[in-house]
Structures are given as structure tokens and as C-alpha cells.
């Protein structure tokens, strides 16, 4: 079974790019048809799709922040990247990754950022 673990910094400074990390176990991400998303919880809000990377590499966007957002992955080390640049005190926020694929998806156990001085 997929497993997935965020990971980076629980505080950020507004203005300073956010950097997550998912390291995935229990199957390759480029494993056909899987994609790799960020998902993020707002206090007091739903959940908010930010951008996905396919197993093929190809990258998708939330048109929100889409021009502050950037999604990479290291095949090497099986993990994928967030990075959310300029970041502002509304980026505070549970966030999780997430693989889906055609009829199930796996989510990590999410990660608490505050973005704040």
C-alpha cells in the first residue's frame, strides 16, 4: 500500500518561500496513471486543491497562486516538492500530499505551516 509523509517547516516568515517535501514508500510515483497532489486545510476552511505532478513528470495548477506555486520531484529519492513562494499569512494551513489514482487515493497524515512573523 501507498504511504505518504509530508515534511518541512512548521513556521514560515511572510514574504519567504514555503518548501513541503513528500516522501512516498510503497510505490514509485512514476508508477502509471498515479498523480501526486498538495492539498491544504485552512483553519476554519475546506480543502483546497493546490497542484498535482503526474507519474509522467507533467505538472498541473491551481489557477490561484499559480504563478507562486511550483511542483517538482526527485525520482531518485521517490519524493515530490512543494514550493509556494512570497508567501503571505493566508498560506497558514494544514497540507497534505496525495496520490490518486483511477479508483482510490492515499493521503499522507498532513503537516501544520503558520505562516507568521
Known amino acids: 500500500q501507498v504511504q505518504l509523509q509530508e515534511s518541512g517547516p512548521g513556521l514560515v516568515k511572510p514574504s519567504q518561500t514555503l518548501s513541503l517535501t513528500c516522501t512516498v514508500s510503497g510505490g514509485s510515483i512514476t508508477t502509471n496513471y498515479y498523480y501526486w497532489s498538495w492539498i491544504r486545510q485552512p483553519p476554519g476552511k475546506g480543502l483546497e486543491w493546490r497542484g498535482a505532478?503526474?507519474?509522467?513528470?507533467?505538472?498541473f495548477y491551481s489557477t490561484s497562486l499559480k504563478s507562486r506555486t511550483s511542483l517538482s520531484r526527485d525520482t531518485s529519492k521517490n519524493q515530490f516538492t512543494l514550493q509556494l513562494s512570497s508567501v503571505t499569512p493566508e498560506a497558514s494551513a494544514v497540507y497534505y500530499c496525495?496520490?490518486?489514482?483511477?479508483?482510490?487515493?492515499?493521503w499522507g497524515q498532513g503537516t501544520q505551516v503558520t505562516v507568521s512573523s
Open positions: 496525495v496520490a490518486g489514482v483511477v479508483d482510490r487515493d492515499y
Open positions: 505532478i503526474a507519474y509522467s513528470g507533467i505538472t
